[in-house]
């Protein structure tokens, strides 16, 4: 399923939402040793860190988000890489890393760390476009930093 993002006021936000962002600051600036710990400052359990861990953001930290890494699961096809980084670097995207296995039964896994600072669309029109790709059998995120 396709993951969508919605950029939402702080004050309409649940308010075990606002915690789970205030113990992973906690976390970050070494206020907290642990999540329990994180979690007991922060007045929330461990089970609704963990739920919601994930999927909350302070704005600016989404924003500084510079490198996506993106995992395929391809047709093993001639010429399927090459096409597939031709996508990538058409988005303006700067690949910094790739692995990619040995083809088994006529499938290949590939894993892509790239650069978005110099990206000229959205991140959901790239992941259509390489989701379009007829050898494309499956792409998704699977995690995002700053270098």
């Known amino acids: 399923m396709e993951k969508k993002f919605y950029l939402v006021r702080e004050d309409i936000l649940p308010e075990a939402m606002k915690k789970v962002v205030l113990a992973k600051q906690l976390l ?13 400052l ?3 359990s461990r089970g609704v860190f963990y739920k919601y861990r994930d999927a909350i953001f302070p704005f600016q930290a989404v924003t500084k ?21 031709s996508v990538v670097a058409a988005a303006g995207c700067n690949v910094l890393t790739i692995h990619q296995t040995i083809p088994l039964q006529g499938r290949a896994n590939v894993t892509l760390s790239v650069s978005t600072n110099d990206m000229h669309e959205d991140i959901d029109e790239l992941l259509a476009k390489l989701r379009g790709l007829e050898f494309v059998e499956k792409v998704e995120i699977v995690g995002s930093g700053v270098y």
């Open 42 to 44: 922060a007045n929330i």
């Open 28 to 40: 970050e600036r070494k206020k907290a040793a642990s999540v329990a710990e994180a979690a007991q």
């Open 65 to 85: 988000e510079n490198i996506v890494t993106l995992f395929f699961h391809l047709e093993d096809r001639s010429g399927t890489l090459s096409q597939l980084l």
